[in-house]
């Protein structure tokens, strides 16, 4: 079931509140969602996010496995996973009454991608900038 919430009344509902509970409500029922760049990486800006991230890249784990590795609660652990599956990094899979999270090396490889690009266009920046320097003999 998809709620949708008319974000234009003018009975005094506040609209910015109506269009986050309608995203909540779209992100709760939408198995396949498409995530923006930003929010990812706002995500992976944590250090305790980054480094949950590492360790499910190398096995699924669950929350109180993370939870003894790490030097935060189980509760801010599971608060760190929800961001990081709200982002499409990591993914749930219940086992009984066990939640097991593993890393999506598809968003990963997404974020590399990316990565790459930044690197590529900036070499390309730098190295045309040298270029002109030489060409015009300006240098320290």
Same mark, same amino acid.
């Not at 939408?30 to 706002?42: K, P, Q, Y």
């Not at 800006?45 to 929350?63: F, H, K, N, Y």
């Not at 709200?86 to 993914?91: F, I």
């Given at each position: /079931? ?9 009975? $005094?509902?506040? +609209? ?16 396949? /969602? ?25 096995? +699924?784990?669950?929350?109180?496995? #993370?939870?003894?590795? #790490? ?9 760190? @996973?929800?961001? @990081? ?10 086992? $009984? ?7 999506? +090396?598809?968003? @990963? ?30 240098? +320290?």
């Amino acid at each position: /079931m998809l709620v949708v919430w008319r974000t234009d009344r003018t009975d $005094g509902e506040n +609209p910015e509140y109506a269009r986050t509970l309608h995203r909540q409500c779209v992100s709760t029922n939408l198995r396949i /969602m498409s995530v923006s760049t930003a929010e990812v990486w706002t995500a992976m800006g944590d250090t305790t996010r980054r480094e949950i991230l590492a360790r499910l890249s190398t096995q +699924p784990r669950s929350v109180t496995e #993370l939870a003894a590795e #790490l030097p935060v609660s189980r509760p801010a652990v599971s608060q760190h @996973l929800r961001v @990081l599956k709200d982002a499409g990094l990591v993914r749930l899979h219940r086992t $009984g009454r066990q939640h097991i999270y593993e890393a999506r +090396p598809e968003a @990963l490889n997404a974020l590399k991608a990316e990565l790459e690009a930044f690197w590529r266009q900036s070499l390309a920046t730098f190295k045309q900038i040298a270029e002109a320097d030489d060409r015009t003999g300006d240098r +320290p």
